[in-house]
């Protein structure tokens, strides 16, 4: 079965510096999907960026971005000019391409504070 | 807003009872996936349902049982609630060729 594993309980970073949240992921599928999804105090799971397991290319959103590492099972998200708002749970996901289940497998998550 | 609609937002009741709660997905979607996010605990996959029919089943209690509709909007039923069944319950919807998942705004159930 794949699991999901967020190393980091708790991060803290200052306005407009970078952060990283670590993830790492087991599977022995060959395609799937990786997901960063961000949880606010509002409760609302909003997605933040996703990465398709045959794409060599990191992905960039605006300010997100993510290091994936196939080989090395890892899925860091990296947060540039933090902003207040991006004070939240963060969750990494897993999600198998194929099979008869596409259900997301989430990581404990990460509670990233943004200091003024 | 991710179009996923889920009601209702809040709901107290005791132990012992039984809640519904519903979910319509995405105009277009297909699959419809239910969760239980636990205070402070990440998100466990209950129950997935693909056009009316149940494709996968995770962590769900034999108290709790769900359908998929033919409008497709979803329910989730809760029985002999505990004080345990506390939780935000979140549902998603996705197209399932595709990789995300859209989250609607959950709802709270408090047991007292």
């Known amino acids: 079965a794949q699991t999901v594993t967020q190393s980091q309980p708790e991060m803290s970073v200052q306005e407009a510096e970078t952060v990283t949240l670590s993830c790492t992921y087991d599977t022995s599928e060959s395609d799937y999907y990786l997901f960063w999804y961000k949880q606010p105090p509002s409760r609302q799971m909003i997605l933040v960026i996703r990465q398709e397991a045959y794409k060599q290319q990191n992905a960039t959103e605006n300010r997100f971005s993510v290091n994936f590492q196939k080989a090395a099972k890892s899925f860091s998200l990296k947060i540039s000019d933090s902003q207040l708002g991006d004070a939240a749970m963060y969750f990494c996901a897993y999600r198998s391409a194929g099979g008869a289940t596409n259900k997301l497998i989430f990581g404990t998550g990460t509670l990233l504070a943004v200091q003024p | 807003d991710s179009g996923v609609t889920q009601t209702p937002k809040h709901l107290i009741t005791a132990t012992g009872q039984r809640v519904t709660l519903r979910c319509s997905p995405r105009s277009g979607d297909l699959s419809v996936y239910w969760y239980q996010q636990s205070l402070d605990q990440g998100l466990q996959f209950l129950i997935q349902?693909?056009?009316?029919?149940?494709?996968a089943k995770g962590n769900i209690l034999e108290r709790f049982s769900a359908q998929q509709f033919p409008d497709l909007h979803s329910e989730l039923n809760l029985s002999s609630l505990e004080l345990g069944d506390s939780a935000l319950y979140f549902c998603?919807?996705?197209?399932?060729?595709?990789?995300?998942?859209?989250f609607g705004e959950g709802s709270r159930l408090t047991v007292l």
């Open positions: 349902y693909y056009n009316g029919e149940e494709r």
């Open positions: 998603a919807s996705s197209v399932v060729s595709h990789g995300e998942l859209f």
